[in-house]
């Protein structure tokens, strides 16, 4: 009960930090996406569910506060935390290099969804322009700023939530 308390107001500073401070520290009109960095670390962190259920209220609240279409942002994000969590148990959670690589190829698919569901569907086919200008500088900025927030997430993970941990490895529990 504790690790899904301390998930949920993660989760809702996550995404009060992407919606305030991350709007200050914008490079033009590209921001970093906080969000997508918690969903893919939570992923890595704590296996393929908690990175699906962290994806799916994560994007429920962007859905809520800032999206046209309800459900778009939780779909894309509960990829994003599923498909993050087949690092679970391949990787060692303190590698650096794991993190920077899930978050790259989250935020392209990500950007390449966004700009398949949103624009080209309404005609808008500029995609060279909306890969320069757009997803490119993103990616590399999200990237960049993994290397900072990924350490606050292994703290979070490893000091306030252990006991829960420790029993998710456990082998006689059924999965």
Not at 76 to 95: C, L, Q
Not at 105 to 114: E, H, I, K, R, T
Not at 162 to 168: A, F, I, R
């Amino acid at each position: 009960m504790k690790s899904r308390i301390i998930l949920f107001i993660t989760i809702v500073l996550t995404f009060m930090l992407q919606t305030t401070l991350v709007q200050r520290i914008s490079i033009g009109s590209i921001e970093p996406n906080l969000v997508l960095i918690f969903v893919a670390c939570t992923g890595i962190l704590r296996g393929r569910k908690s990175g699906m259920w962290v994806g799916f209220f994560s994007g429920l609240l962007i859905d809520m506060f800032y999206g046209s279409l309800f459900g778009f942002y939780a779909l894309i994000y509960v990829y994003i935390g599923f498909f993050s969590g087949y690092s679970h148990r391949m990787f060692y959670d303190d590698d650096a290099k794991v993190y920077l690589l899930t978050v790259f190829g989250s935020d392209m698919l990500f950007n390449f969804a966004v700009y398949g569901l949103q624009f080209l569907l309404r005609g808008r086919l500029s995609l060279g322009s909306y890969l320069v200008h757009i997803i490119i500088p993103e990616v590399f900025y999200t990237t960049f700023l993994t290397l900072i927030v990924y350490r606050i997430f292994y703290f979070i993970n490893y000091h306030l939530m252990k006991p829960v941990k420790k029993e998710s490895e456990s082998v006689w529990v059924i999965k």
